[in-house]
């Protein structure tokens, strides 16, 4: 039986464990904090889904040298929290050991996707997991479908006996660069839906901004050496109607805030919106590469920029 950890006992690695426990032994669910641990190992997680009892071979653990022997590594901490984690793994796990990254964001201080940087630090095997994946859906184990990006084909069978179920689908490709991509710039579009529900514009010119940012997605993602078929994949059209019609996304929230010119102060509020950084990132991409998106040009210009939501409402409409 594979031994499988999971390291970030928030909403997403929480769902995972409950939702992977089905098919191994025992999840192990690493917190940094002792008393999520103590929490966990009383069967729940009281921070976020303190009403749903987990399975009891969720084991919560706090030390990390306790991933020395295993098969697969999950990860689902956010991009900021990466490289610290991996220099301190890369000397306790298993060269063969799988690493699995669910992480959709950035390092904003090297502009590098997380299977890169995973890849610099360390030569384990790296796979992306990315779809339109609702946790608190997963956790109580209704149906969801992913896509994995995988290297080799033997990696299939690991993740099957690791993943699938009839709840959880799986599909593969070979792209990790356009996997990767597409739960990055899917958080553009969500603002860019987002910013047009904050205008108060029609349904019908929300979605064709929103029709036109998946076209411009699919160009940006051959352009950057992904495949740009993947964008067809649950990664690509499920994760982006997921992050920009649902009012679980905040990236959706943060362009509703600003459409209606409202800004937030993050640092005192505690509410990080991790798709600023993406903003940055693909922005500074299609200037390097002289690809030219409307829809990047729209939601920099009003999240990072703060120009007149309606002024720049108006610049994208005229490319319609």
Excluded at 83 to 104: A, Y
Excluded at 180 to 187: A, F, V
Excluded at 227 to 245: E, Q
Aim: charged share 20%; with cysteine.
């Amino acid at each position: 039986m594979l031994k499988v950890g999971i390291i970030g006992a928030g909403a997403l690695g929480t769902a995972l464990a409950q939702c992977i426990s089905k098919n191994l032994e025992t999840v192990y669910l690493y917190a940094r904090r002792p008393k999520v641990v103590e929490n966990i190992n009383r069967g729940y997680n009281k921070d976020y889904y303190p009403n749903i009892l987990l399975n009891k071979n969720i084991v919560g653990i706090n030390d990390l040298n306790e991933f020395k022997d295993f098969d697969c590594i999950i990860l689902t901490i956010p991009s900021a929290s990466l490289r610290e984690m991996m220099n301190k793994l890369v000397n306790i796990i298993p060269k063969k050991c799988l690493i699995v990254s669910t992480i959709k964001g950035i390092e904003k201080t090297t502009s590098r996707t997380a299977s890169e940087v995973i890849n610099e630090l360390c030569d384990n095997p790296v796979v992306v997991l990315s779809g339109p994946n609702i946790a608190r859906e997963i956790v109580l184990g209704q149906p969801a479908a992913t896509t994995i990006a995988i290297n080799e084909d033997y990696e299939k069978e690991i993740l099957y006996e690791i993943f699938n179920s009839n709840e959880f689908k799986l599909q593969f490709n070979h792209d990790l660069i356009g996997t990767e991509l597409c739960g990055i710039i899917k958080n553009l579009l969500a603002m860019s839906t987002g910013i047009c529900d904050g205008l108060n514009v029609s349904d019908s010119a929300k979605f064709a901004i929103l029709n036109k940012g998946f076209v411009e997605t699919k160009k940006i993602i051959e352009k950057l050496g992904g495949n740009s078929d993947t964008i067809f994949d649950y990664c690509g059209f499920g994760d982006i109607v997921t992050a920009s019609t649902l009012s679980v996304s905040r990236n959706h929230t943060l362009g509703v805030l600003h459409g209606q010119k409202i800004v937030i102060d993050e640092n005192k509020t505690g509410v990080v919106f991790e798709g600023k950084n993406a903003i940055l990132f693909i922005k500074e991409l299609c200037s390097k590469n002289n690809i030219e998106s409307s829809m990047v040009d729209f939601v920099y210009e009003v999240i990072i920029n703060k120009e007149n939501p309606e002024h720049s409402f108006e610049k994208i409409w005229n490319t319609i």
